[in-house]
């Protein structure tokens, strides 16, 4: 499903050039999205601005809240009511 519509927003994209993206909600609503994205980060990469690591990030609370949320669950993604 993630692959499907990263597929769709590069199709839109490319076929009209005038498009402005501007909400991020597509990146976060799902919480398989947001753990194979984490999961594809390479750790070796230099630290973001905030001195932050992979393997720091994935000890904060934050992450592993995310991380460790039941998709059966709430399958609608993090966000669901």
Do not use: W
């Amino acid at each position: 499903m993630v692959e499907t519509a990263q597929i769709r927003r590069r199709q839109k994209a490319s076929s009209e050039s005038k498009l402005v993206f501007n909400s991020l909600y597509h990146h976060v609503y799902d919480v398989e999205h947001l753990r194979a994205c984490y999961e594809t980060l390479d750790g070796r990469k230099a630290v973001g601005i905030d001195g932050v690591d992979k393997e720091v990030y994935k000890k904060q609370s934050t992450c592993l809240m995310i991380l460790s949320i039941d998709v059966e669950a709430n399958p609608g993604g993090l966000f669901s009511p």
